[in-house]
Each structure stands twice: as structure tokens, then as C-alpha cells.
């Protein structure tokens, strides 16, 4: 039984299915069944209710997961140990915003720095995949660090500061922020993350008046929308790849503009690990 055909258990279990689980690993849904069907016959048993529509994993799959994601965590740390390349597969969790301003030269210099690392990349919320981290799910995530400071569970690296800009519709005059809002609709930051509760309250000092009916997270939808005219946003400056496809008027909002601090962070017991260290110089480049 190779070792391979562990990881690719612990893959559909993770991901619910033999598809998420076949995403995961790199392998056809049809590779992923005959694993699990040769990992069956190895243990005499099944690991898997097929009797429904949907095949589910039953308590055995559970139990033999558990027992080897301990031992195939232990032999990771032995071959990282032993091997002078950093080698090995890591999971990154990157909130939506920096999925187009950030992640791009990441992964661009992880592959030329490090060409046998695997990096596995998660999308959530700041919050989300603080609790994945905290599980285990993902080892390492780079968002938008709270304003209270973050778990002290976790290690915190500053990587910098991104500060809020306004974006109006490319064909507008208006000069100023209350002119601004005064002509047009808001289109609202999700204020349920970090940079979007900043933007709510700069907007109700200098707007209070704002009228609001769309609310979104991905900086790439938002500035798609303002350069529509279809209203103005204040959010994390969407920069260049942004506004070459979607152009808008970018506004300063001068030195006391808020901000929000992109930080790296890991499980404090992952902070000498190999791989999440490569994660590290790569955002720190």
C-alpha cells in the first residue's frame, strides 16, 4: 500500500467526495475511487456507504485517517529534516482582496525560490481561515490582521500596510469626497472584514448621508462596478492588473486615510517549520 494513497483518504475527507478530494491531489475522481478501493481491500473492509446517491466515508475511513495523518505528519518532519531542499506540500490561506494585488508575485517567486514546494492555496475570510489554522486545516494564511491584535495562540509577522483609497467612476468631475457622495451611490466594502469596517467609518464621518445597496468583498468586482458608474467605493487601492482592465479615478484620502496591516501568520509551533518559513521569505519579497 503506498503511502500516497493515505494522503489522498485524508484529501476526500477533507473535501467531502472522491471530486474534491481527486482537485486536491492532482488526480482523476476515477484514480481516487481505485485508491480507496485498493485501500478497502488491504483492510478487509469497507471505508465507504455506497448504498446512497452520494458516497460518504463511515467510521472506520475516520479511524484509519486519524492514526495516519499522525504518522505521516511525523515522517514529513523526519524527511524535512534530512533533506537539504525545501521540499513538500503547504497549505496557504489567502483572504479574496489579495488574491489579485498579492498572491500573483508570491507564487512567482515561491517557484523560482523554491521549484519543489507545493503550495496548496485556500480562499476564505480573515476570520475563517484564522480557525482553519487553529484546526490544522491550512498552515499558514496571510490576511488583514485584526484591529485588537490577533490571537496571542498564533504567530504574527507584519508584512505591510495597505491604505484605503476612494475610487469614483472614471467620467466624473466631482473633487472632493462629499461631492462625490453626494452624486453617486455607494458601493460598500464588506464590512464584515477588516478593511471594510475601516471604510464604514470613514465614510460615516466624511459621508454620512452615503446611500448604500451593494455590498462585496472581491476588490475586483467593486472597481468593475465604479467603473461602470454605477457608484464609488472606498477600499484597499486595487492596483495596476485592476485598472488596466477596469479603469477608475483613484483618490488619496489624504495623511490620516485608514489602513489595514496584511500580516503572515502561523501556529507558534510552526514557526521553525521549513516550509512555512519558504511561505514567509516569499511574502516578505
Known sequence: MKIESFRTLNAVLRGGSFAAGAADMNLSPSAVSLQMKQMEAYFGQPLFDRSALQVKPNAFAAEVDAVLQEALSRLDELRRRSTPEVEGRVRLGTIEPLQVTLLPPLLRVLRERYPRLDVRLVRGRATELTEKLKTGEIDAAIIARP???????????????????????????????????????????????????????????????????????????????????????????????????????????????????????????????????????????
Open 147 to 285: 484591529e485588537t491584535g490577533g490571537s496571542s495562540r498564533l504567530s504574527w509577522t507584519p508584512l505591510f500596510r495597505e491604505k484605503l483609497v476612494l475610487i469614483a467612476p472614471p467620467h466624473s468631475r466631482e473633487k472632493t469626497v462629499a461631492e462625490l457622495f453626494q452624486q453617486y451611490e455607494w458601493i460598500r466594502f464588506d464590512k464584515t472584514t477588516v478593511g471594510g469596517r475601516l471604510a464604514a467609518r470613514y465614510v460615516a464621518r466624511h459621508a454620512p448621508y452615503a446611500r448604500c445597496r451593494i455590498d462585496l468583498q472581491s476588490l475586483a468586482a467593486l472597481t468593475a462596478l465604479v467603473s461602470e458608474g454605477l457608484g464609488v467605493c472606498v477600499l484597499p487601492e486595487p492596483g495596476p492588473n485592476l485598472l488596466d482592465v477596469h479603469p477608475v479615478r483613484v483618490l488619496q484620502l489624504g495623511k490620516d486615510a485608514p489602513y489595514r496591516q496584511i500580516a503572515f501568520v502561523c501556529r507558534q509551533s510552526d514557526q521553525d517549520n521549513r516550509l512555512v518559513q519558504a511561505l514567509l521569505d516569499g511574502a516578505q519579497r
